[in-house]
């Protein structure tokens, strides 16, 4: 009997892998086409590992359902961590189900000789398939975040160089390209951004729609305040100069008070640093010797008395 089995199993192998090797690595249609010369001379370039990998994963992707609204979301956030590849949702669906398998797999595997309880071990492996499953969607929102930040920083430098170009005579198409051009290498995300804006309006987008869409796109609460500032100039009709002017001052003075409210909370903050790591040690030293010095001198005197 176990011969018969090692036999099916040898057998089954065999097949599976004679199979995959006919349909990856054998192709006798080209063979043919090669020998009889009615194929044509052009070579396919090689897949790369992580291509097929990408592939994979975008076709688990397709199968795994998804509400409207919670695609809606993650296509905003995605957009938003600078992820705009028609298939990163796919990708991002894909990653989920493959996590959520693997990783309570890996667990199990890791979990499974050691003397731990059996509750404790389907507890790991539950908040594995947890992990594997919400691990994705909080790697996009971090990114989306860090991205924000970065946009952030940015834009005080963009704001300045616009009021630069503006004045200097250029119209607010070509201020958001020189824009775009002068910042791509010290802050890329916003620089990618007025981009974007760019192509919209070389492809025809109204410039209040495209300005609009680029405060809905990023989320930063103060480009939305500059975007709203350029559609209120342009609607209007008022300069543009002395606009931006005036919201990079009341920019300045944002970010001053800003800075005065994070060293205002600077001294609530350091007590719970104060009280559990400079104090212990400040008494140990202060209080340590004579507390030595008493229970060494004083409690014998006591106890002779």
């Given at each position: 009997?176990?011969?018969?089995?090692?036999?099916?199993?040898?057998?089954?192998?065999?097949?599976?892998?004679?199979?995959?090797?006919?349909?990856?690595?054998?192709?006798?249609?080209?063979?043919?086409?090669?020998?009889?010369?009615?194929?044509?001379?052009?070579?396919?370039?090689?897949?790369?590992?992580?291509?097929?990998?990408?592939?994979?994963?975008?076709?688990?992707?397709?199968?795994?359902?998804?509400?409207?609204?919670?695609?809606?979301?993650?296509?905003?956030?995605?957009?938003?961590?600078?992820?705009?590849?028609?298939?990163?949702?796919?990708?991002?669906?894909?990653?989920?189900?493959?996590?959520?398998?693997?990783?309570?797999?890996?667990?199990?595997?890791?979990?499974?000789?050691?003397?731990?309880?059996?509750?404790?071990?389907?507890?790991?492996?539950?908040?594995?398939?947890?992990?594997?499953?919400?691990?994705?969607?909080?790697?996009?929102?971090?990114?989306?975040?860090?991205?924000?930040?970065?946009?952030?920083?940015?834009?005080?430098?963009?704001?300045?160089?616009?009021?630069?170009?503006?004045?200097?005579?250029?119209?607010?198409?070509?201020?958001i390209l020189q824009v775009a051009h002068e910042l791509h290498s010290p802050f890329p995300?916003?620089?990618?951004?007025?981009?974007?804006?760019?192509?919209?309006?070389?492809?025809?987008?109204?410039?209040?729609?495209?300005?609009?869409?680029?405060?809905?796109?990023?989320?930063?609460?103060?480009?939305?305040?500059?975007?709203?500032?350029?559609?209120?100039?342009?609607?209007?009709?008022?300069?543009?100069?002395?606009?931006?002017?005036?919201?990079?001052?009341?920019?300045?003075?944002?970010?001053?008070?800003?800075?005065?409210?994070?060293?205002?909370?600077?001294?609530?903050?350091?007590?719970?640093?104060?009280?559990?790591?400079?104090?212990?040690?400040?008494?140990?030293?202060?209080?340590?010797?004579?507390?030595?010095?008493?229970?060494?001198?004083?409690?014998?005197?006591?106890?002779?008395?």
């Amino acid at each position: 009997m176990p011969i018969m089995v090692a036999f099916a199993v040898f057998v089954l192998c065999a097949a599976g892998l004679s199979y995959a090797g006919t349909k990856l690595y054998v192709k006798p249609k080209e063979a043919i086409e090669r020998i009889a010369g009615t194929g044509t001379r052009e070579e396919s370039a090689p897949v790369h590992p992580s291509l097929i990998f990408h592939d994979i994963v975008k076709r688990l992707g397709n199968l795994v359902p998804a509400s409207p609204k919670d695609v809606t979301v993650m296509q905003r956030r995605l957009i938003r961590a600078g992820y705009r590849n028609p298939n990163a949702l796919k990708i991002l669906y894909g990653a989920k189900a493959l996590f959520a398998v693997l990783l309570p797999a890996l667990t199990a595997v890791v979990l499974l000789n050691t003397s731990m309880q059996q509750t404790n071990k389907f507890g790991f492996v539950l908040a594995s398939i947890a992990m594997g499953f919400f691990g994705p969607n909080e790697f996009v929102r971090m990114a989306a975040k860090r991205r924000q930040k970065n946009i952030h920083r940015g834009l005080a430098n963009s704001l300045d160089l616009m009021v630069v170009c503006v004045e200097s005579g250029l119209g607010l198409d070509q201020t958001i390209l020189q824009v775009a051009h002068e910042l791509h290498s010290p802050f890329p995300a916003i620089a990618d951004e007025f981009t974007v804006v760019n192509l919209e309006l070389r492809a025809g987008k109204r410039r209040a729609d495209a300005l609009h869409d680029l405060g809905e796109r990023t989320g930063v609460e103060d480009l939305k305040k500059l975007v709203a500032v350029l559609i209120q100039a342009d609607r209007f009709g008022t300069g543009i100069a002395q606009s931006l002017r005036g919201h990079a001052d009341y920019m300045r003075a944002m970010a001053r008070q800003r800075a005065e409210e994070k060293a205002a909370k600077i001294a609530v903050k350091l007590v719970f640093p104060i009280f559990f790591c400079i104090l212990p040690s400040l008494f140990l030293v202060t209080v340590g010797p004579v507390a030595v010095k008493l229970v060494r001198d004083l409690l014998p005197m006591i106890e002779n008395m």
